[in-house]
C-alpha cells in the first residue's frame, strides 16, 4: 500500500496556493487587481493575503494542497505527489509575506436629528424622493452634525458601515469620515440577483442614474449599483495599472455579475478611466461604456438637471475635512 512520510506531507502543505502557480502554473494565473489574484479556468477563484476562496462553489483553503484536492479533484496522494515533484525539480520562489493589515475603524459623523438639509439638497439636484428614502431607511444616507453635511454611507454584504464620504451643502467641502475603507464605497446592490454592475464615479451620479430609470419606468433595482470612492487615476501604461479596489471587492463579493457598464464622467480623467478599466475587465467580464454626451454637463447628474431643467451644480471639490 502507497505511504507518504507524515514530514513530507507537512513540507507539501507548507505551500501557499499562490507561490505554487507563480512557480509551476504561471500560465493558470490572473493579477485581479491589487494584491487580488484569480485563475484562468476560474475566474470566481480569488487568491488573496495567503488565502482562496471559489465564491461560486463556497470553498476555499490556504494551501496549494486543498486547492489540488478540492478544485482540481486530485486524490490526496497525488496532490503530495505533484507538489513535492515541482520542487524536486525545480525549487519554488515564495513570495515574501505581507504585512498584515489592521482593521481601519470607521468613525462616522455624528448624526443630526433629521435630515431635511440633505434631502432638500439632493432634490434639488434632481434625485428623486423615493431614492433618498430608501437610501435612509437602509443606513446608506444621512445628514451629519453640526455641519450639516450629506453622509454617504458604504457598506459590506453584512450592511455593516465601512466607509463614509462627506458632501458639503451650499458649500466646496468633500471629504472621507476618518477610517474609512475604500473597497467598500457607496453602493446598492440589486434587489434580485442580477449578472450587471453599473460602475459611476461619485454617489450623486449613481442616484442620478438610478432617477432616470425611475422617470423612465424602469425598476431601478433591477441591476448592481457602484460608485468610486474618488476619481480614479490610473498608471501611464494601461498593464501597470491596477483596478479600483472597491470595484474589485464588489466582484469578488458578488461572483456573479458577467457585465459591468461603465458609466463614468464624460471628461478626460474619465474617459481615461473608462478605458483602463474596460482593458482590465474585458477577458473576464463583459464591459460597455456608456457615458452621457452632453453639450453642457460632463456626468449624470448633469444629465438628470438638464432633463428636469434645473441648474447644473459646479463646485471646487476639496479633499480637506473641516
Same mark, same amino acid.
Given at each position: &500500500? +502507497?505511504?507518504?512520510?507524515p514530514?513530507?506531507?507537512?513540507?507539501?502543505?507548507?505551500?501557499d496556493l499562490?507561490?505554487?502557480?507563480?512557480?509551476?502554473?504561471?500560465?493558470?494565473?490572473?493579477?485581479?487587481?491589487?494584491?487580488?489574484y484569480?485563475?484562468?479556468?476560474?475566474?470566481?477563484?480569488?487568491?488573496?493575503?495567503?488565502? !482562496? %476562496? !471559489?465564491? =461560486?462553489?463556497?470553498i476555499?483553503?490556504y494551501?496549494?494542497?486543498?486547492?489540488?484536492?478540492?478544485?482540481?479533484?486530485?486524490?490526496? &496522494?497525488?496532490?503530495v505527489?505533484?507538489? &513535492? /515533484?515541482?520542487v524536486?525539480?525545480?525549487?519554488?520562489?515564495?513570495m515574501p509575506?505581507?504585512?498584515?493589515?489592521?482593521?481601519?475603524? @470607521?468613525? @462616522? +459623523?455624528?448624526a443630526?436629528? %433629521?435630515?431635511?438639509?440633505?434631502?432638500?439638497?439632493?432634490?434639488?439636484?434632481?434625485?428623486?424622493?423615493?431614492?433618498?428614502d430608501? $437610501?435612509i431607511?437602509?443606513?446608506?444616507? *444621512?445628514?451629519? *452634525?453640526? *455641519?450639516?453635511?450629506?453622509?454617504?454611507?458604504?457598506? #459590506?454584504?453584512r450592511?455593516? +458601515?465601512?466607509?463614509?464620504?462627506l458632501?458639503g451643502?451650499g458649500s466646496?467641502?468633500? /471629504?472621507?469620515?476618518? /477610517?474609512?475603507?475604500?473597497?467598500?464605497?457607496?453602493?446598492?446592490?440589486?434587489?434580485?440577483?442580477?449578472?450587471?454592475?453599473?460602475?459611476?464615479?461619485?454617489?450623486?451620479?449613481?442616484? =442620478?442614474?438610478g432617477? &432616470?430609470?425611475?422617470? #423612465?419606468?424602469? #425598476? !431601478?433595482?433591477?441591476?448592481?449599483?457602484?460608485?468610486?470612492?474618488?476619481?480614479?487615476?490610473?498608471?501611464?501604461?494601461?498593464?501597470?495599472?491596477? @483596478?479600483?479596489?472597491a @470595484?474589485v471587492q *464588489?466582484?469578488?463579493?458578488?461572483?456573479?455579475?458577467r457585465?459591468?457598464?461603465?458609466?463614468?464622467?464624460?471628461?478626460?480623467?474619465?474617459?481615461?478611466?473608462?478605458?483602463?478599466?474596460?482593458?482590465l475587465?474585458?477577458?473576464?467580464?463583459?464591459?460597455?461604456?456608456?457615458?452621457?454626451? =452632453?453639450?453642457?454637463?460632463?456626468d449624470?447628474? #448633469?444629465?438628470? $438637471?438638464?432633463?428636469?431643467?434645473? +441648474?447644473?451644480?459646479?463646485?471646487?471639490e476639496? =479633499?480637506?475635512?473641516?
Open positions: &500500500m +502507497p505511504y507518504i512520510p514530514e513530507v506531507v507537512e513540507k507539501a502543505r507548507e505551500m499562490l507561490t505554487y502557480l507563480k512557480s509551476y502554473e504561471p500560465q493558470e494565473l490572473v493579477h485581479f487587481g491589487g494584491n487580488t484569480c485563475t484562468r479556468e476560474h475566474d470566481s477563484l480569488k487568491i488573496s493575503n495567503g488565502k !482562496w %476562496c !471559489w465564491f =461560486s462553489r463556497g476555499g483553503g494551501s496549494a494542497l486543498d486547492y489540488l484536492i478540492k478544485v482540481k479533484e486530485m486524490p490526496f &496522494m497525488q496532490a505527489e505533484t507538489i &513535492m /515533484g515541482n524536486a525539480v525545480s525549487p519554488p520562489t515564495y509575506a505581507q504585512k498584515e493589515q489592521k482593521p481601519k475603524v @470607521l468613525l @462616522l +459623523p455624528k443630526n436629528r %433629521c435630515a431635511t438639509h440633505a434631502v432638500e439638497y439632493l432634490h434639488g439636484r434632481g434625485i428623486d424622493y423615493d431614492l433618498i430608501f $437610501c431607511s437602509t443606513g446608506r444616507l *444621512y445628514e451629519s *452634525y453640526p *455641519y450639516h453635511n450629506v453622509v454617504f454611507v458604504g457598506q #459590506d454584504r450592511n455593516k +458601515p465601512r466607509y463614509a464620504n458632501r451643502i466646496d467641502f468633500i /471629504g472621507d469620515a476618518n /477610517g474609512s475603507d475604500k473597497h467598500y464605497s457607496f453602493g446598492i446592490p440589486a434587489a434580485f440577483e442580477s449578472d450587471t454592475l453599473n460602475l459611476f464615479e461619485s454617489a450623486v451620479d449613481l442616484l =442620478s442614474y432617477t &432616470m430609470q425611475k422617470l #423612465d419606468g424602469k #425598476d !431601478w433595482r433591477h441591476e448592481n449599483l457602484l460608485s468610486l470612492a474618488g476619481v480614479y487615476k490610473p498608471k501611464a501604461r494601461i498593464e501597470e495599472s491596477s @483596478l479600483p479596489v @470595484l *464588489y466582484l469578488a463579493d458578488y461572483p456573479h455579475i457585465k459591468v457598464v461603465l458609466r463614468l464622467d464624460n471628461d478626460p480623467a474619465g474617459r481615461i478611466a473608462a478605458a483602463t478599466i474596460k482593458n475587465l474585458t477577458k473576464r467580464y463583459a464591459v460597455t461604456v456608456d457615458i452621457q454626451p =452632453s453639450p453642457q454637463g460632463k449624470y447628474n #448633469d444629465c438628470l $438637471c438638464l432633463r428636469l431643467g434645473l +441648474p447644473i451644480t459646479k463646485r471646487k476639496r =479633499s480637506k475635512e473641516r
